[in-house]
């Protein structure tokens, strides 16, 4: 079972390495034909349609910022089968000239294709709320 959970999130890892070095091909092998996303920075849901036209402008929106670092931290992960649920944290800064900095909460669902592999088919981010003590996860 570990060796599913490290599959997992290293999975769910690639997709924000792939978003911080700016190689949206690579970040899009690892979402499903059907993946949609609650963005942090989009007010609707995103779905396979708006996909490729949500990832040009995120990664657009994320060059103009300044260098971006992150962490992940704290994920939570729980596998079925061929589904899996991946909860954790994301602390983010991005340098100057357009420089923003925050947290959000984040979970990924994850669904394992016999041809594929592990491949995210949901994500859902949202800030950490401010002025409430963060919980830590228990494995």
Sequence with gaps: M???INTVESVVRR???CFARQEPASMMACLAPQATIWDIFQPQLVSRID???YVESDFAQSAARGALTMNMH???TTVWGDAAIV???LDYQYAPPNAIA???RIT???RQFPEAGWLVMHVHEGHVPDGIP???ASN
């Design 2 to 4: 570990e060796s599913e």
């Design 87 to 89: 909860r954790f944290y």
């Design 108 to 110: 990924c669902v994850l």
């Design 74 to 76: 704290d994920m939570l």
């Design 102 to 104: 925050g947290s959000g």
């Design 15 to 17: 997709v924000w390495e």
């Design 134 to 136: 963060r919980l830590r």
């Design 51 to 53: 996909l490729e036209k």
